[in-house]
């Protein structure tokens, strides 16, 4: 229990994907105007990136494993999640428009993102138990659901602020995310991964 | 000719994906620690939307676009295998260090925007000078931050002493808050010099319209 917990806490603060991985940057820039979206597409981001991580370990283990076939990781992976991705997103539609009103349209936006692929191909690298690889997902999510939070929050404050004219939009949100992570830096070495 | 250099040359700076699209910020950030790097994600990016744009461009006619968007995924990821496997075989230690950015190259939102708005629509040759140029745009921005990052991080540029003895290196500048911190910098005086050349324009035409009317 004490190693899932370890793994968990660590993919969430140490080895937050957003802070001191960078992945997942174009959507945490992009969407982190905005506080409600912020909250959505971290929910979205953590279940997408948590089946696709339990779908992937199931192909990377009894097939391509098996058959000797790691160098076609990559393609699979991308295949793989971009379809389960569209799929999921046409059921939400058809049974469910409540919720695809809410997340619908940040389901398109992650099928083929970095930090979707990310999760499963490190999964496939460590070697990572069926269980574990979720658990390592989840957090992941936790962590990039963490991160645009904080980031959203900080940016609707800032928009009180007078920030020079030159540094407003990107320039100033890479600073302030440039803060976060010296802050979360401070979690380094707190978990021996 | 010139027309092609338009191409080429509208990806390096008007159009620069780092700094002026603000698009595959991921790698910009994560191996740009050190000048060498920077240089091998920035050719191996390269590479990978110039053969895009190539095939892409070469089987326009055959594909249905409404599933376009997965062909030109498949597409990539077999290229990115490719490079994958060849600096595996040749350059071993390098795609260690590269590691899972390599595979990720995969989807960077420029390749696909490059195939989908360009190459799709237009005969070879252009598609191959758009992904150079967009290509070369995005290795020099990389090897540009990589410079800068390692010459204050550790005092060198691709590993030869720069700065003296005595230069306490910048950790900060390799570590992650360091790199967020100089692209938006970076940003911020690209948009700096759009500002001054902007006005330089407005203040130009200002000066005829007034030598006009004396």
Partial sequence: ?193 | MKNLWEIFYKGVFAQNPIFRLALSLCPALAVTSTATNALAMGLSVMFVITSNNVVVSLFRKWVNPKVRVPVYITSIATIVTLVQLVLEAYFPILFKELSIYLALIVVFAIILARAEVFAAKNTVVPSFFDGFGMGFGFALAMVAIGIIRELFGAGTIFGIQIMGSSYDPALIMILPPGGFILIGLMIASFNLIGEYQDKAKAEKRKLAIQRGEA
């Fill in chain 1, 1 to 193: 229990m004490a190693e899932y917990f370890t793994l968990f806490m660590g993919a969430v603060i140490v080895n937050n994907f957003v802070l001191t991985r960078f992945l997942g940057l174009c959507i945490f820039f992009g969407v982190s105007k905005n506080l409600n979206a912020s909250v959505g597409m971290g929910m979205a981001v953590t279940s997408v990136m948590t089946i696709s991580s339990g779908l992937a370990w199931i192909v990377y283990n009894y097939i391509l494993h098996p058959f000797g076939l790691t160098f076609l990781t990559t393609v699979v992976f991308v295949v793989l999640i971009a379809s389960f991705v569209q799929l999921l997103e046409m059921i939400i539609r058809k049974h469910a428009p409540t919720l695809y009103n809410l997340w619908g349209i940040y389901l398109v936006l992650i099928a083929t993102n970095c930090i979707v692929l990310a999760v499963p191909l490190l999964n496939a690298e460590s070697n990572f138990t069926f269980t574990k690889s979720i658990v390592h997902a989840i957090g992941s999510g936790a962590g990039f659901a963490l991160a645009i939070i904080l980031m959203a929050s900080l940016r609707e404050k800032l928009q009180y602020a007078d920030v020079p004219k030159s540094l407003q939009g990107l320039g100033i949100a890479f600073i302030l995310a440039g803060m976060l992570a010296l802050a979360f830096f401070g979690f380094s070495g707190m978990i021996p991964l």
